[in-house]
């Protein structure tokens, strides 16, 4: 088992930054593939962001490329997501998924094994 707590989700200005942290405890978290999803009302769950478990590879929504960078310390058992430039469109709840399935599968809910309860990123315009 993996249990996944994300801080960090607020009330931010359109064009200002958040930094999301997800904290994992449990089974060794440098095993995992780790995930970022956001859910708004009334939507689907969204692929933001994935990370392998060395973080040597990325991959990114074209929603939020170029805007938003993620990155871990396997020291820490921590995934980071740090946003920019915030849109009217990004909010959502952000939740961090750990997972252990091939590259190919990392943008699917799917792949992932365990999730974080989630935070809420709210944008002002």
């Known amino acids: 088992q993996v249990q996944l707590v994300e801080f960090g989700g607020g009330l931010v200005q359109a064009g200002g930054s958040l930094r999301l942290s997800c904290a994992a405890s449990?089974?060794?978290?440098?095993?995992?593939?780790m995930g970022w999803f956001r859910q708004a009302p009334g939507k689907e769950r969204e692929f933001v962001a994935a990370i392998s478990w060395s973080g040597s590879r990325t991959y990114y929504a074209d929603s939020v490329k170029g805007r938003f960078t993620i990155s871990r310390d396997n020291a820490k058992s921590t995934v980071y997501l740090q946003m920019n430039s915030l849109k009217p469109e990004d909010p959502a709840v952000y939740s961090c998924?750990?997972?252990?399935?091939?590259?190919?599968?990392?943008?699917?809910?799917?792949?992932?094994?365990?999730w974080g309860q989630g935070t809420q990123v709210t944008v002002s315009s």
């Open positions: 449990g089974r060794t978290f440098g095993n995992y593939a």
């Open positions: 998924a750990a997972g252990g399935g091939p590259p190919t599968t990392w943008r699917l809910p799917s792949a992932y094994d365990y």
